[in-house]
């Protein structure tokens, strides 16, 4: 990954942090909602961009069109990061937004009424013909 830097010394740095939000102490116990900043989306002709072809650490909502990073869309891409390393290749990779998608469902399931209700709210989210199980490839 281009992202992470080892000095002489073994100290590992991250980088690539433009996306970063720094959010005030009284915000920070809030949480951010995803969907409320991609329903403006609704509708976009913005298929890809050239952050979601280069970026294997994408969240699920990001792909699907939220405009907003989260506490949580940055967990899952250090999780994303840590698989990179272990396995030795990008977890989930595509060469467009729907097959970036269709590798994440692969491995975590499809979206449900049950799991994820909001997820049809999403701009860019397509109902998938196939129904994945969560850790089935």
Not at 48 to 60: F, G, T
Not at 79 to 87: D, F, Q, R, V, W
Request: aromatic share 6%; with cysteine.
């Amino acid at each position: 990954p281009d992202h992470i830097l080892i000095d002489h010394s073994g100290v590992v740095k991250l980088s690539g942090l433009s996306r970063a939000t720094v959010l005030h102490p009284d915000e920070c116990g809030r949480i951010l909602d995803a969907l409320k900043s991609a329903r403006s989306r609704k509708g976009s002709t913005v298929e890809n961009n050239d952050e979601v072809l280069s970026n294997p650490y994408m969240a699920p909502e990001l792909l699907l069109g939220a405009t907003r990073y989260t506490k949580e869309s940055d967990v899952w891409s250090l999780g994303s990061l840590m698989a990179h390393l272990l396995l030795n290749k990008p977890l989930f990779s595509g060469k467009d937004r729907p097959s970036k998608v269709l590798a994440v469902l692969k491995i975590v399931g499809s979206p449900t009424p049950e799991n994820y209700p909001d997820a049809v709210e999403f701009p860019f989210y397509v109902e998938q013909r196939k129904v994945y199980k969560r850790g089935v490839l």
